[in-house]
């Protein structure tokens, strides 16, 4: 499953969400809460039906990217340390021309690594919701590095299923 839940934040959420303290924006599900995050997780709940006690959320900013990989499993399918995540989203905080590179990108039947889909500027405030896990046709990704600028992603890792 993948999914994009357009403008789920818009410039002042986000703008309120980056003012947290740093140390907010480096830990998962610490911190204050803010009426922004339930928008995101309103917009989630749209599609599944999700087990908080198996879930956090991050907001983060790696420059060196993540390599290919699944979330909750390895290359060959076998559960890792988070097989109980079974659903990923991410949402870009940062305007897409803050940065360069840092692109989100994935593979799917027509495209390969060589030939990824490649998600940027329509990230921006919107969620990007998709399966993880070893029994729920995880999404083969990676975020490349960025270069210059900041980029700043509200990552989430869940436990749920697909409401009909």
């Known amino acids: 499953m993948q999914k994009l839940i357009p403008n789920v934040l818009n410039e002042d ?9 740093e140390q907010y924006k480096s830990t998962c599900n610490h911190g204050p809460w803010l009426p922004q995050l ?79 889909v490649t998600l940027k500027d329509e990230l921006y405030g919107s969620l990007f919701l998709y399966s993880s896990g070893a029994d729920n046709d995880p999404l083969w990704h990676r975020a490349t590095a960025h270069t210059e600028g900041e980029r700043w992603m509200f990552l989430m890792f869940l436990k749920g299923k697909e409401k009909e």
């Open 38 to 116: 339930s928008k995101v997780l309103d917009a989630v709940e749209e599609v599944l039906e999700v087990d908080y006690q198996n879930a956090y959320w991050n907001i983060e900013r790696q420059g060196k990217g993540h390599g290919w990989h699944y979330d909750g499993c390895n290359k060959e399918l076998e559960p890792n340390h988070m097989a109980w995540c079974n659903y990923s989203a991410v949402l870009l905080l940062s305007p897409p021309d803050s940065f360069k590179g840092g692109e989100f990108q994935y593979t799917d039947k027509e495209n390969t690594e060589d030939n990824p």
């Open 13 to 21: 959420d986000i703008k309120e969400i980056l003012s947290l303290d």
